[in-house]
C-alpha cells in the first residue's frame, strides 16, 4: 500500500485477510480519509457551537442541498429520490442476533465458534459486529474477518466447530423449550442472512494507519475488507452484501458513505448498489433529517434500526450544555419513555415514506438483552418481558428485531411467527411533521424516579463495562453488583453503548446537580437533595470495593489488579471533568492494552486536556509506532 501502513508484522501472520486484492483497495479508497477527518471535524463543531449558542438541534432548510449529492432536502423529505427494492434474502427479517465473530485471546477453532452459533441459532439474519460488541484486543478486529471470511467459504476449520456447536444448541434447546431447534446443521447454516456492521466514522483502525502514522479510518479498514474477502462467494452463492452503518449523524455523513460504497463497487466491478445496508438510528441529530438519510444513501439504503442505548446517550450529549435537561434512573428510559417513544414514531414514519418508484424501507426493532440464564422465577419474568416488548414492536409496525444472545431467537421469534408477514412495508402511518413541536418532542422529559439505587448501577455497570473492554470483551454479561448471586436478577448482554449512556447520565447528574425523588436511608440522602461530587466519590469508593470483593464469576481476580483500576481511573476523570467528553470509548480505546495504571492516568489526562484545549479528540492508537519499531 502506498498511502497506508500496516502495524508490526500482519501482512504476514494475516496475509489471508490483508490480501493484495484487499489492501489494493484500501489504497484506493483511502482518498476518504480526509473527507471523514472533515465530517468528523465538522460534528464536534457544530457540538461546540450549540453549546456556546445554548441552541438545541433544529431541522435542516429544506430548500437546502443535501451535501455530496444533488438532492435538496425537500426533494428527500417528499420522497423524490431512488431507494432499493428490497433484496429477497433481506425481505423476511423477523429475527436478527447480534454479536462479534470472534473472542479475545482464542485460538481460530474455538473464536469461531461464535460465527457458528449465530448462523445456527434460526434466526432470519445475525449481524457480526466488528463495532460495539466486539473487543479490540489485540489482533480481534483482524480476527473478526478471518473468521468471517473462513465460515462464508465453508472452511473445514468452521465445519468441525459448526458440528459441536449443532450439538450444544440442540442440548440447550431440548432442556429449555423441550424440543431440537437443529434437524440438520449443514442445511441450517444457510438460514440466516450475514450481515456486517463495521466500527462508525468517528473511530481510527487500530492496525492501520496513514503512511505518517496519524490514525486511518475504521469505517473504511472494516468495510473494505468484508466486501474485498467475502463478496464474490456471496453472491454467488445468490446472497446480498449487508452492512449496518453506526453512529450517523447526518445526511452529509451518509452521503460520504454512500460515496464510499460506490467506490468498493466499482473496486470489485460489482453493479452500483449492490452492497445494501441498515443504519442504526443512533444518534439524535440523525433522527431530524431521516429522509434525507435515505436518500443519501439511495440504491444503498434498505432500512433503518432502532437502538436504545446509543440513542440515549446522543440526547443526553446534545443537551449536555442545558441544565433543565436532566435524565431519570437508566430503568426508566424504556421505548415508551417520553422523547423515546416520539423518536421511534419518527422513524417508522420514515420507512414508510415512499420513494418515487414507490419503494418504502424496513425498520427493524431494537435490542433484546436478556439471557434466559438464571433461577426458575427470575427467567419466567424476563422472558415474559422480552415477549411483551417484541409484542409492542411488532403492533407498532416493526418488521423485526434484534436480540443479543443465541439463546433468545426461539423465544422471540414466535411473536412474529405469529403474523405470518415477511415484513411491514408500506404500513400507513401519518406524514414526517418539521414543526417547532415535532422538534422539541424529541427532547421531552417526563417525571420518573432518580434515586440513589438508579446511581449505583450506573456506576457498578459502567465500571463492569470498562473491565470488560480492557480484557476484550466489548460484550459482556452484566448487572449490578448488589444483585450478584440473586438468580432471580438475570444478567443483561451490555455493549459499549451501555458504558456510554451509564457514564453520560452521571455526568449529567453531577454537573446539573440532579436532585433526588426519594430519599435513601443507607447514604442519609433526603428527597430533592442534589447528586455532589462528593456523594459521587463515596459511591464510587462503595461500589468499586463491592467488584474488588466479588466472585471470579462475577469479576475476573486477574482483572482486578489490572484492568479494573483503570476502568475505575477512566469512569472518575470521564464524570467528574467539568467538560464532557463526546465518547467514553476513546478514553478505553487510548488505554487499551495498558495495565500499568500511572501510564494508564497518563493517556487518560492526555486525551482530556487535549479535548479541553481545543476540541481535540485523540483516537489513533498510541501503541501503534512502538509495535512498528520491533
Known sequence: MKRLIVRADLERSHADVLTPEATSALDALAEFDGDRRSVMAARIQRRLDRARDRRKIAFLDPGSLIPRTRITVQEARDGAFAGSEIPADLRRQWIQGTGPAAKPNAATPSSIRNVAYGLLSGADGWMFDGEDALGQLSTMSLDNQRNLKLAIARDRVFLAAAEQVAAAVNAWALGFLGRPTISDWRSQLDFSTIIFRPRGLHLDDRQIARRDGSGFSASIVDATLFVANNHQRLRAAGRSIVLYLPKIQTAEEAALWNDILGALEAQFALPPGTIKVYVLVEQIEACF???????????HFVGFNTGRWDYINSVADANAWDPAFVHPNIDAITMTYGYMRHYEDRVRRAVNTPDRRGQCALWQGGMEPNIPVGSA????AGMKKAVAGAE????????GKWVAHWKM???????WEKTGQ????????????YTRADADALTLLEPAPRTIRGARDLLSVGLQYGNAFGAGMQAAALKPADFFGNDDVLYLMEDAATGEIRLSILWEWIHKAAAFTDDDAETGVRKGEAMTAALFDRLLREE?????????????DRSKSTTLPVARAIVESYVKDSVKLPWYIDLLNITLGTVELVEATRRIHLLSDAFRRGGTRLTENLDFAAAQAT
Do not use: C, T
Open 289 to 299: 433529517q431521516l429522509m434525507e438519510i435515505r436518500a443519501a444513501l439511495g440504491a
Open 377 to 380: 422465577a427470575g427467567v419466567d
Open 392 to 399: 409492542r414492536e411488532q403492533r407498532e409496525g416493526a418488521s
Open 409 to 415: 431467537v426461539h423465544i422471540v421469534r414466535p411473536v
Open 422 to 433: 415477511d415484513n411491514q412495508l408500506g404500513r400507513a402511518f401519518p406524514p414526517l411533521g
Open 544 to 556: 468499586y470495593e463491592k467488584l474488588q470483593h466479588a466472585s471470579n464469576r462475577d469479576v475476573h
